[in-house]
C-alpha cells in the first residue's frame, strides 16, 4: 500500500507518493515564481488551484499505482499561508471522496523532521529548519515535538530573499546568493543576534544594505552575510544538543541546500561526537512526500479526520499536535504543558 501526499503550505504545490519502506515512487512539484516582489498568498493559491490536478495525475502515473493500492490521502493541514492552505486541503478532500481512502491531516514542521528521520535512521534527531517563512530547532521531548528556538522575526529564507531582491537580484535569492558568495573574500562584520535559542535576521538586512550604499561588492556582502547568519543558526542548534545532550541532527527546508550551511552545521555536530544528516535537496524544500510519508505514520496509528473535520489551521502549533507513532518511546507530557487539541477521529 502506499499513502499519496499533498504538500500546499506556501510557494510550492507538491504531490509525492511513498510506500510503507519510506521509497519515494513519485514527486510532482511546481513552484509559483512571482515575476517581481515576494509571494502574495491568493496568487499563489491560484497557482496550486490550476498545478494540482496535473501534478496529481502525473505522480499516480509515475508511481504506476491505481486508487485501490492507495491507503489514505495525507495533506499538510497547517502551518502556513491559509489560502495555499485550502487549496492543497480541497484536492485532497476530493481524491479522499472520489477514491473512498481516508483523509490524514499532516503538520507540516513534523513532516520535515519525518521525512529527515526516517531517511537518516536516526532515532531522535534535532532538526534545524530553515526555510522561506521557517527557522526553527526543534526537537521531540516530553511527548512532543517542541520548537526550541526560532527566529523572532523573520524566515531566514524570506531574510536572503529580500536582501537578494534588494541588491537587484530576484525570488529566490539564497541559490543565487551562494552562488555569489563563492567569489567573496572579504568578511565584514555584521549583526550576529543570537538570544537564547532564538535569533533575528532584520539587524543584519539593514547593516548588510548599509554596506552596499557604501559600495561593498556583492559578492563580499553574499559571502558576509551567509558566515554571519549561517554561524547563528549553528549556535542555536548546537545549544539544543548540548541541552538535550543529543547526538544526532538533520537539517529541512530550502535553506539546507545550501553547502555552507551543511557544512558549518556538520563541523559543529560532529566536533561533538554527533551525526549530520541532510535529506536529497528535493526532499529538504517542500515536498508531497514528506506529507505522505507522515501521513502514512500517522494513519497506521490512527489518525483520520473527516471532511468536516479537516479545516486547514495556519497557524497550526508543531507542540500541539499529538505524535502518536513516537508515543511508545515518550516521556508523559507534564501538567505545564499545553493543552491537548481536540483529538483526531480514530479509525
Ligand atoms: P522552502 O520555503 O523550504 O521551500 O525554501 C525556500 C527558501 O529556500 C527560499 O527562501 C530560497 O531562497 C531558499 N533557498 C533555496 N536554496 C537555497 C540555497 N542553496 N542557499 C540558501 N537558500 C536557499
Ligand atoms: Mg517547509
Redesign the pocket.
Known amino acids: 500500500m502506499v499513502v499519496l501526499g499533498i504538500e500546499s503550505?506556501?510557494h510550492t504545490a507538491s504531490v509525492g507518493i511513498v510506500d510503507e519502506g519510506a521509497r519515494v515512487l513519485a514527486l510532482a512539484s511546481d513552484m509559483h515564481r512571482p515575476a517581481q516582489g515576494g509571494i502574495h498568498p491568493r496568487e499563489a493559491a491560484n497557482h496550486h488551484v490550476e498545478v494540482l490536478p496535473e501534478l496529481v495525475r502525473r505522480a499516480v502515473a509515475e508511481a504506476g499505482v491505481r486508487p485501490s493500492d492507495v491507503e489514505a490521502v495525507a495533506f499538510a493541514q497547517g502551518p502556513g499561508l491559509g489560502p495555499c492552505l485550502r487549496a492543497g486541503a480541497t484536492v485532497a478532500r476530493m481524491l479522499s471522496l472520489a477514491w473512498k481512502r481516508p483523509l490524514v491531516p499532516v503538520n507540516?514542521c513534523v513532516a520535515?523532521v519525518e521525512i529527515a528521520r526516517v531517511l537518516s535512521g536516526l532515532e531522535d534527531p534535532i532538526l534545524l529548519?530553515a526555510?522561506g517563512g521557517?527557522t526553527q530547532v526543534i526537537a521531540y521531548a516530553r511527548g512532543r515535538y517542541r520548537v526550541l528556538g526560532e527566529t523572532l522575526d523573520v524566515g531566514i529564507g524570506n531574510f536572503l530573499d529580500k536582501l537578494w531582491i534588494a541588491l537587484g537580484g530576484t525570488f529566490p535569492g539564497g541559490p543565487a546568493m551562494e552562488q555569489e558568495a563563492r567569489h567573496g573574500a572579504d568578511l565584514h562584520p555584521l549583526p550576529y543576534s543570537v538570544h537564547g535559542m532564538d535569533v533575528a535576521f532584520s539587524g543584519i538586512l539593514t547593516a548588510a544594505l548599509a554596506l552596499h550604499g557604501r559600495g561593498v561588492r556583492r559578492p563580499d556582502l553574499a559571502y558576509s552575510v551567509e558566515v554571519t547568519a549561517y554561524a547563528m543558526l549553528t549556535e542555536i542548534t548546537e545549544r539544543a544538543l548540548a541541552h538535550l545532550r543529543g547526538s544526532g541532527v538533520v537539517l529541512?527546508?530550502g535553506v539546507a541546500c545550501n553547502e555552507r550551511l551543511r557544512g558549518m552545521v556538520r563541523s559543529m555536530v560532529e566536533a561533538r561526537g554527533g551525526t549530520m544528516f541532510a535529506p536529497p535537496r528535493n526532499l529538504c524544500v517542500?515536498n508531497g512526500a514528506m506529507i505522505a510519508w507522515t501521513g502514512l505514520l500517522a494513519h497506521r496509528s490512527g489518525c483520520v479526520a473527516s471532511v468536516e473535520d479537516s479545516a486547514v489551521e495556519p497557524r497550526q502549533r508543531t507542540d500541539l499536535v499529538a505524535t502518536p507513532w513516537r508515543e511508545t518511546s515518550a516521556m508523559p507530557a507534564s501538567s505545564a504543558d499545553p493543552p491537548e487539541r481536540t483529538p483526531l477521529p480514530v479509525a
Open positions: 503550505t506556501a507540516h520535515h529548519y526555510s521557517n529541512g527546508g517542500d
